[in-house]
């Protein structure tokens, strides 16, 4: 069955430091995957996506996310966090037919200043 | 370009009563999907619309939901009758093409109660 894991509920980090959000999944074939965020009162919104091609993919915004094949991986990072990046972010992935995302719980970013 | 627009933001209900949520995707965007998101957990997949016709309804919970898209533009969500399970965020998307990001809605807030 594919899958999504976000295995951190919630993650803290000082304004200025760099930030890592997980992200694991599970998915027969080549995987389609992508990091929404969805801000306080506000629909979710697209940063980046991986279908092929170089293992760094940039996205909105300043985040990066790093396909590992081998980890079955897809972290989301960015060297300097803002206050204002503080929002709740959800990694995906396209389903065998790709006509829907099966999306992770979810994992809220607090960064303080 | 207006993005996916979504009505009413919020709703609140009493169990036994009908509900009906309504979506207005992305101008040109054939494909239109529906996800909820419950008691702060992963968001799922509750339909595929592709113009008017039903793709994929594997994520519908029962009986007591009905999607339509008549004329392939705009789409509603009936909850009849509503229980107190049926609270969530239900959030809509649209997408060119399956396989590629999905724009999201704001999302409707439903509270049965």
């Known amino acids: 069955a594919q899958s999504v894991a976000q295995p951190e509920d919630q993650v803290n980090v000082a304004e200025g430091n760099p930030l890592t959000v997980k992200c694991t999944y599970s998915?027969?074939?080549?995987?389609?995957l992508f990091w929404y965020v969805q801000y306080p009162n506000r629909g979710l919104q697209f940063l980046l996506k991986?279908?092929?091609?170089?293992?760094l993919v940039k996205g909105s915004y300043g985040f990066e996310a790093e396909f590992n094949k081998s980890q079955t991986s897809f972290h989301l990072k960015k060297p300097s966090a803002l206050v204002s990046d503080s929002a709740l972010y959800f990694c995906a992935v396209l389903s065998g037919g790709y006509n829907k995302l099966i999306f992770g719980a979810g994992t809220r970013l607090a960064v303080h200043p | 370009e207006a993005g996916v627009t979504q009505f009413p933001s919020h709703s609140v209900i009493e169990k036994g009563q009908t509900v009906t949520l309504r979506c207005d995707p992305i101008s040109g965007h054939d494909n239109l999907y529906w996800y909820r998101r419950v008691m702060g957990k992963e968001i799922k997949f509750l339909l595929h619309f592709v113009k008017e016709s039903k793709q994929d309804e594997s994520g519908m919970p029962n009986n007591r939901f009905l999607a339509e898209r008549t004329g392939g533009t705009y789409s509603t969500l009936k909850v009849q009758p509503a229980e107190l399970e049926d609270s969530g965020v239900y959030f809509c998307a649209s997408s060119p093409d399956p396989g590629t990001e999905a724009f999201f809605g704001q999302g409707t807030r439903l509270t049965v109660v």
């Open positions: 998915v027969s074939g080549n995987p389609y």
């Open positions: 991986y279908i092929t091609g170089d293992n």
